[in-house]
């Protein structure tokens, strides 16, 4: 067999070039610490860390919304927070402003009070991350979802939904919540009705707020039914006290009223009692109201109860402001005074319920949200984990493998050149 020597020398060239190779290939894995440097060595390995680096990009990318909405959730209870001490300040200065005593300029104290009052909920209503996007404006975050009028009625411009943001595969976490849902759908009264006076005396005589005995018997009777109920309290001097209730539909004193059944129940009164109320004569009560105080002799005062409709959380704050306003002096707007407040309280009572239920369930958004994030990280660091198993190189192998590479590449280069060199002229 011959070989030529063109043959030897690119033979020799060519080993020596392949351990160059593998030396160079050695040296990046030790600089990058990957051991995938060329795809083509192991291509389904390759393949395997391309799909975990999507997916450790993916988890990152919820992590982001995750994080955001969870600030977000964060703002809206602390915003709610605040409504709820300011809430808590109002029920103080409305008890402090419900007795007799109280003179015109505590009164108009308490209006300034109350107006200031007014525009702080307004301003927390309206409350901003740091994006500029309003947390209580549903998925209309972008535009300012209270504005308070002159004469101090609020709109709200927001709508009913939410914003919401991706945080896992299949899983969102709002952003915003429904501002009409939290300031403005509130029930007034105790939640199923309410108490307003149809008539003042020069008495002392108020309802409280009632509470109801049989829920469903209220919603049939209120809402299904539309019935409303007349409380008469009647001071007849010699006769003593007395009490009635009538139902029916309509309004009470005009020609539209229309006494369906009559009086359901009446009886002798005692200031301070309660007052159980039936649908129907003989029937058992469904609702009950405390009284207070009494009317002044030949006088009587009447209340109506009907269903609970929704009011904002603003109305009510007016309301008080309207209250303070009407002044005082007299046993008749004492007693109406004392009557708004009672009203008002109730329907403060509603807003700190509905209050409570939004904080709720914000903490319950918040919880998974927190969680989801812990399954996002845990995960990262599992396909990270991976990764590394596939990608990462063993420095102590790849570093053996860089000293033997780079012995046989030196032992091919002294003996590719120690060969060049022979000549027969040299054994002539």
């Known amino acids: 067999m011959r070989v030529s020597t063109s043959e030897f020398f690119q033979s020799g060239l060519s080993g020596m070039l392949n351990q160059q190779s593998t030396l160079n290939t050695l040296s990046q894995q030790l600089?990058?610490?990957?051991?995938?440097?060329?795809?083509?060595?192991?291509?389904?390995?390759?393949?395997?860390?391309?799909?975990?680096?999507s997916q450790i990009a993916n988890l990152s990318s919820y992590q982001q919304s995750n994080q955001y909405a969870q600030q977000n959730l964060q703002l809206s209870s602390s915003a709610l927070q605040g409504v709820g001490t300011l809430i808590n300040q109002v029920q103080q200065l409305a008890v402090q402003m419900n007795n007799a005593t109280v003179s015109p300029s505590d009164l108009q104290n308490a209006v300034t009070t109350?107006?200031?009052?007014?525009?702080?909920?307004?301003?927390?209503?309206?409350?901003?991350?740091?994006?500029?996007?309003?947390?209580?404006?549903?998925?209309?975050?972008?535009?300012?979802?209270?504005?308070?009028?002159?004469?101090?009625q609020v709109r709200y411009l927001g709508d009913s939904g939410q914003k919401t943001l991706e945080i896992g595969p299949g899983l969102t976490a709002p952003v915003s919540q429904a501002g009409n849902s939290v300031f403005m759908n509130i029930p007034a009264g105790n939640g199923s009705f309410t108490v307003s006076g149809t008539a003042t005396d020069v008495g002392t005589t108020t309802l409280g707020p009632g509470s109801v005995l049989n829920q469903a018997a209220a919603n049939d009777q209120f809402v299904v039914n539309g019935a409303?109920?007349?409380?008469?309290?009647?001071?007849?001097?010699?006769?003593?006290?007395?009490?009635?209730?009538?139902?029916?539909?309509?309004?009470?004193?005009?020609?539209?009223?229309?006494?369906?059944?009559?009086?359901?129940?009446?009886?002798?009164?005692?200031?301070?009692?309660?007052?159980?109320?039936?649908?129907?004569?003989?029937?058992?009560?469904?609702?009950?109201?405390?009284?207070?105080?009494?009317?002044?002799?030949?006088?009587?005062?009447?209340?109506?109860?009907?269903?609970?409709?929704?009011?904002?959380?603003?109305?009510?704050?007016?309301?008080?402001?309207?209250?303070?306003?009407?002044?005082?002096?007299?046993?008749?707007?004492?007693?109406?005074?004392?009557?708004?407040?009672?009203?008002?309280?109730?329907?403060?009572?509603?807003?700190?319920?509905?209050?409570?239920?939004?904080?709720?369930?914000?903490?319950?958004?918040?919880?998974?949200?927190?969680?989801?994030?812990?399954?996002?990280?845990?995960?990262?660091?599992?396909?990270?984990?991976?990764?590394?198993?596939l990608a990462d190189i063993s420095y102590p192998q790849v570093i053996t493998q860089f000293q033997q590479s780079t012995t046989a590449l030196q032992a091919a280069q002294k003996a590719f050149a120690q060969v060049q060199g022979l000549s027969l002229f040299n054994y002539i």
């Open 31 to 53: 600089s990058t610490g990957n051991a995938l440097i060329n795809p083509a060595s192991n291509p389904v390995a390759n393949a395997q860390v391309l799909n975990l680096n």
């Open 114 to 152: 109350m107006q200031g009052n007014l525009q702080q909920l307004v301003q927390m209503a309206n409350t901003q991350d740091a994006n500029g996007t309003y947390v209580f404006a549903g998925s209309q975050s972008g535009v300012t979802p209270f504005q308070l009028q002159s004469n101090n």
């Open 228 to 389: 409303q109920y007349q409380v008469t309290i009647s001071n007849n001097g010699s006769g003593g006290l007395t009490y009635s209730v009538s139902s029916g539909t309509g309004q009470v004193g005009s020609s539209g009223w229309s006494g369906s059944s009559g009086t359901v129940v009446s009886g002798s009164y005692t200031p301070g009692q309660s007052i159980a109320i039936p649908s129907t004569p003989g029937s058992s009560p469904f609702i009950s109201v405390p009284t207070n105080g009494q009317p002044g002799i030949g006088q009587s005062a009447s209340f109506i109860l009907a269903a609970a409709q929704p009011q904002s959380l603003f109305q009510t704050f007016n309301n008080l402001i309207t209250a303070f306003q009407a002044g005082g002096g007299s046993p008749g707007a004492n007693t109406q005074r004392a009557q708004d407040i009672s009203n008002v309280l109730a329907n403060l009572s509603q807003s700190q319920t509905t209050l409570l239920s939004t904080q709720s369930q914000i903490g319950s958004q918040l919880q998974q949200a927190q969680s989801v994030q812990t399954m996002n990280t845990n995960l990262t660091q599992q396909f990270q984990t991976t990764q590394g198993s």
